[in-house]
């Protein structure tokens, strides 16, 4: 099966209602022309106060490898919400270094891409038609976006049309430019409330943002709405419905302009193939609240507090039929993942828990968790970029008969599937998949530490989109994965000792039980064991930092003669001790003390200490099956070194 076209769709805050819309006109128009669709998006806020976590979501951008996306759709306004303009001023930079695959934009221009917009002026005709004709509105001021940005001037001239039509004047003093958010309403109000500003009998908002703001801050300082002053917003977000009182807006027909961001694209990528009708949503669209003095359209808000209900109990009828709303964040928060997660004691377990919670995604096609080849190493950790290996730590189909570790978890020694960093998933260069696809790469991270992404793939035409619910499910892993980076930190420093980092004793017995359980017939052991001469004359000589600087040497020697499956450990003092199990003879372990020599020599030539290190060898290689203790190895091979320093003794 040949792999698709992908079409990327870079936004941000993927919950909020503009991004979903976008998202399944996107969807939908992309499963017509058989293209799978990646989508790579923060799961906050641009305006997020926590700067740190903010920082760590928007990490995410970096991932981006334009090699795997054949055209991109970029989402703006949600990139710019409160005048910040820092992440899609980056963003850009990003794009004309690295991107040479056609690019569009929605509703608001990036750089000099290509750029659809909704026509939004009909939408706001017939809002203004409303509140003339409903509510003999003649004094009619407009509350819009930025001054010069074709959305915004667009929905201001569908006010004047309207009141053109009606032989009334709009009033160039009574357009008021902000930025389609919160705060651009709370700003006029507090000029209407400080007399500053004579609103006349109704503001026009262009976003339901600004209408709650400004709603919002008049309530709160006498001025009621509608009675005193009607307000109106536009979108029919949830939380306009949900506001006290309700806000009278309009659904707007992003979901037409996400599509014929589609079909540029198509004309792009297959200019000699027909361009697919894109359809009005047929959606009849003034949203009556109450603040334009209407009574308020009670059905409609019932629908909207239904998706956003809290559910203690899932209907599973409608979980099997597919139907996962939004609204059960009350399953997730009630599932105790928080709970499960954190006490786990190591990262393996934590893993294999976070496999096992994967059921509360139901229904999912596959889900892919990738982390940073070395996210354990907390002495090493990224704010920017990812490592340039990642590991599939996690990796699960909802429709594999056989589920658990050995089908679907890599994490542990030899079954971590790494690939580049630079292939984004290895699943996208995949022709295997039937139906069109949707990847939602999201980050993973602690704060601003990045640790690496998850991804969910599901049919296009799935219904569900990742929304809240999926931002704090994700977010439940991060907490969790940091937690196990820290556990496994202060294991690894009970077990290690702290000047040279090998092994301690204790340590070497938890890995000793460990290599015994693995050990094949016919193993043999070996020790060696090692004892660095002359440590107290250079203590009392040269002072302790000459010791340990000795030390440090016989550690690196140590080092460099240990194989993987075996452990190298600092019993205590200035012994040190070599172990493995497997097919060991006389003649291995005389080569390996040979070249432990030669390291040495080689440290003490680079003149790494103010005299040099010098160090006595014994070694034992005994049947594995005929010894029950590694004890009475390392007691052999004790002696034999003891023998050494003694023979030393002699010839000096």
Partial sequence: MAVRKKIGLITIYPENDYQQKVMSSVFAQCEKYNYDVVVITPMVQVANFFKDYLNGELNIYNLINFDYLDGVIVTPIPMTEDRITTVIDSLLEKFKKECKKPVVSIDLPFGDYHTVYTDDSVAFEEITNHLIEKHNCSNISVLTGMKNYAIAENRVEGVRRSMEKHGLKLDSKKIVYGDFWYTSGEALGEKIVSGKFNPGDAVICASDHMAIGLTNYLQDNGINVPQDLIVTGYEAIREAILNNPPITSYYADEDRTAALAVNYLHS???PKKKELVVEHAGIKNLCIGATCGCSEDLTYTRDRIVENEYLLNKNTTEHRRGVNPET????????YMSEILTATPTPEICLNKIYELIYLLKPYGHFYLCLNEDWLNTDNDRTKGYADVMNLVIYSDMEKKLHGYSNHVFFGEGRTKAFKLSEMLPALKSGEFEKPQVFYFVPVHFNNIALGYAVLQNDLSQKNKIGAFYRNYIRNINNALEMARAKNRIENMSEHDLL??????????????????????????????????????????????????????????????TEPGEICVRAGGDEFYLIGIGKYTKKSAMQKIDKFNKVLDFLNERKNTVMPVGASIGFSVESFASTKSIDKVIEIADVNMYLDKRTKKIKR
Wanted: hydrophobic share 40%; aromatic share 2%.
């Fill in 328 to 335: 059960d964040i009350g399953i997730l928060l009630e599932s």
């Fill in 500 to 561: 040279t980092g090998l092994l301690n004793r204790r340590g070497m017995e938890n890995h000793l039980e460990k290599m015994i359980a693995e050990a094949k017939p016919g193993s043999k052991y070996l020790a060696i064991v090692v004892d660095m001469d002359g440590l107290k004359i250079l203590n009392d000589s040269y002072g302790h930092s000459a010791g340990d600087t000795g030390l440090i040497a016989i550690s690196e020697a140590m080092k460099a003669i």
């Fill in 268 to 270: 792009q990528l297959e």
